[in-house]
């Protein structure tokens, strides 16, 4: 033990890692000390963590490293620092949602996602930066400070995810869960250069999760390469359909042949050029590993997409309204999450009608296009990470846009859809920001989305490059 | 054939009748002269047909009395003269809903019932009046007249399946099809004397009726007697789920032991004196026929069934924009309806799905009654048939209520939860007005609940009493 370097322990792959530890080569407690020194040294600079656990982590390390000396070690996660967004329940650990109105909020008991943790014996680091009630996409946070973007500090790190991102982009742990209602774990790996997937709708267990719109929440991994991603779904999902196939990191590298849907509309609009050659190129190595690509025609989505998120937002105002947080609390919410929740209370009875017809739509849309394709191939983001701050956007047509919906476009889909989606590094723009591809596949088809993933991170360097921090 | 008057062709039972031509002592076409003769001697005075098919209907009889003289006898409705509300699609035949928008409108193609019921050689005598759109509960209609209640014409039968209940009560047909969103076949039942069945939300198909609130319309038989309601229920019902029993005519009398539910709050609360005795006098005679009586505690369920009403006009009011009827053709509502869809173009998202939670309560609320006993019994309405215009009533305490409200406070928990519910005749007030009990049953508990209003019909005379026509 102990010939490994700092940065060497921190970017190590889960199963490489795990390697190590069953043969005794590094200690969980290296592994702790390693993650918790970069917490110590960036994330202050960073706002990547709202609570830390030093104390209990390294406890917990020191009795996982007895434990392995005795020959114990139960699965791949065994030992591996990990990090939880803090809308996640921990009992007794403090559970803040990214909000001042739950600042003090200390849960009686653990979230499902945090006792399945635990339970694989993954060591929890700490408690990750969000934005408030992870009703936002950027990450920017008025109370405990916004998530910065370790390649670019000016620059947001995505969100609402977006401590969990930065953690894994830092090695600060090795994974991180979080949470996805419009694209919270999406946009943050894709600004930050990591993986992030959104698995099918009710695989994994949201109790014990500050709800943002309760039909729309998803839970899932965020890692630095899809077999880690893949090992964290493992540990938190629930159950499959009979005769559906559940993910496993070993089967993953099966040979398979794998038909992608290359959308003609809505998703190819108003994308940023270098994002687009990028995508262009991932598409091209996707044929080069045997892939066919073929055109799919996905007409009036944009506006059915619209419509649908009248649902998201009346839902999350009827929450708050339920909790008695909005609005007799209404000043102890950011100003742009007040905003959205005024929005809600806006939206008629009618209207959420209307936009349930309008969901209805987008999934006959997605259900077609996913006869003739596995998966659908799209940018994550059509932007690159913007700067903290800003709020609009012009670069990508004549009319002026919000930042929020275009960092939204493209991942909302599949919150409405409920399909699983992952986003993976595939290149980095001239300024060198990371760039990340969507594949948006079959319900309950995460094995196979996993493994076409897999197969173009095999075959690209992009999962391999991390960000320099001064 | 020709020895029975017209009033006794006009009063048999269905099984009576069935037998009768199958010994072929009668002939469809002395049913359908019958009961063609009636219609066009009380129908303009009580509003009660909105289109009567005398030309078809009797062709029809015709070549039924031929089948059945070949032998060819399909069945206990093959033959039988029947009726249909006005909001049930039927082709080539001019289907109004009660309406003045669709007051030309003729259906492409039958609806679902109107198709089962041809299909079990039943004869469409015409189509029934109702309550504009189906969205109000005292038949009232300001386009085609008021159907009038028979054993007092002064007074509104109930609605919205008004006509069908006249025409049952009346011997203008041997039974009926209605919906009920909120009471809409039970309250005409009860106010008209008849038997009303609002079987399981889902058990009967909705296709091919204009709908009022999706989530909340039922379709059920209206009849003179449990075993005529139990024959119709069988021509229309769709599937059961495995493991359930289905209603059987000929099952229903098999000796069971039954407990009814008596609840102690909403159910008794401001009911007029006369149908409180009325329904006491039922529960001893339930009693006497071996059923245990015990009671069920559902603490606010006034509140929750209150606040789940914004489901069913907000619903309503999306389906009336969503046609392009509402806003643009208002002048062309009558008043009430024209009200109920502006209230319900003001319920807001969030309000919506509180409504979904306060359902929610009122589900639980039922589960755990049923749980103990196998029926709630309550009375249908709480009051006995308004006078024609009457909008308000003082009588049953302290404060005004709506004749809407007061109407609808029975007969809506079974809508919101689902549950089968059916209105059989207990009483007559000392005015001469038709009482109504009504029993609750468990969720595709039909052939248990139809088996004790059997029980309970069969020990008392009141499905024997007609009204006297002038």
């Known amino acids: 033990m102990g010939s490994h370097s700092e940065s060497e322990l921190a970017f190590l792959s889960i199963r490489q890692a795990a390697g190590l530890l069953r043969r005794r080569e590094i200690s969980p407690v290296e592994l702790v000390d390693a993650a918790l020194a970069r917490i110590e040294r960036w994330s202050p600079k960073l706002h990547v963590f709202l609570t830390v656990l030093t104390k209990q982590a390294r406890t ?23 990090s939880l967004k803090d809308n996640f329940w921990t009992q007794a650990i403090r559970t803040t949602a990214g909000s001042k109105i739950l600042a003090d909020f200390v849960p009686p008991s653990d979230s499902d996602v945090a006792q399945s943790l635990s339970q694989a014996g993954a060591i929890l680091l700490g408690k990750t930066n969000m934005h408030e009630f992870a009703y936002g996409i950027t990450g920017e946070n008025p109370h405990y400070g916004s998530s910065r973007n370790p390649w670019a ?3 947001i790190s ?56 309760r039909s729309f929440d998803h839970v899932g991994p965020l890692a630095r390469n899809v077999t880690d991603a893949c090992i ?28 992608l849907g290359w959308p003609r509309d809505f998703f190819f609009e108003r994308v940023d050029g270098e994002i687009e050659s990028a995508i262009k190129v991932a598409a091209k190595k996707f044929e080069e590993l045997g892939a066919g690509i073929e055109p799919v025609s996905m007409p009036q989505l944009a506006d059915s997409v619209d419509r649908a998120t009248h649902l998201v937002v009346a839902e999350a105002s009827y929450y708050h309204q339920s909790q008695g947080y909005y609005p ?3 000043q102890d919410y950011g100003d742009d999450v007040r905003g959205h929740l005024e929005w809600g ?42 700067r903290i701050g800003e709020s609009q956007v012009r670069t990508l047509g004549e009319r002026e846009t919000t930042v929020r919906a275009e960092l939204l476009r493209m991942t909302r889909p599949a919150n409405l859809t409920g399909l699983p989606a992952i986003s993976v590094p595939c290149g980095l723009t001239s300024e060198g ?38």
């Open 232 to 259: 964290l779904l493992e540990a938190i999902a629930g159950k499959y359909p009979r005769g559906e196939t559940r993910p496993r990191d070993r089967a993953l590298r099966k040979k398979q042949k794998f038909r």
């Open 153 to 155: 500090p000016d620059r």
């Open 158 to 213: 995505g969100g609402s995810s977006g401590g969990s991102a930065v953690a894994v982009a830092t090695g600060m742990g090795f994974a991180s869960v979080g949470t996805d209602t419009g694209g919270s774990i999406r946009i943050p790996a894709a600004l930050c250069g990591i993986v992030g997937l959104k698995p099918t709708f009710g695989l994994v267990s949201v109790e014990g999760v500050v709800p943002l719109s």
């Open 433 to 470: 920001l990371p760039i990340g591809l969507q594949l948006i596949g079959e319900r309950w088809g995460e094995a196979r989305l996993l493994a076409m993933a897999l197969a173009y991170e095999e075959a690209t360097p992009w999962h391999r490059r991390h960000p320099q921090l001064g």
């Open 345 to 386: 209370h806006k939206v008629s009875a009618v209207d959420y009608l209307a936009a349930i017809e309008s969901r209805q739509k987008v999934e006959q849309a997605f259900a077609a296009a996913l006869k003739k394709v596995d998966a659908i191939l799209t940018p994550t983001s059509p932007i690159p990470a913007p």
């Open 328 to 330: 007799s609390r209404s």
């Open 60 to 82: 917990q390390a020191q009795r996982a490293e007895r434990e392995i000396r005795r020959g114990n070690i139960k699965g791949p996660l065994y030992g591996i620092p990990i």
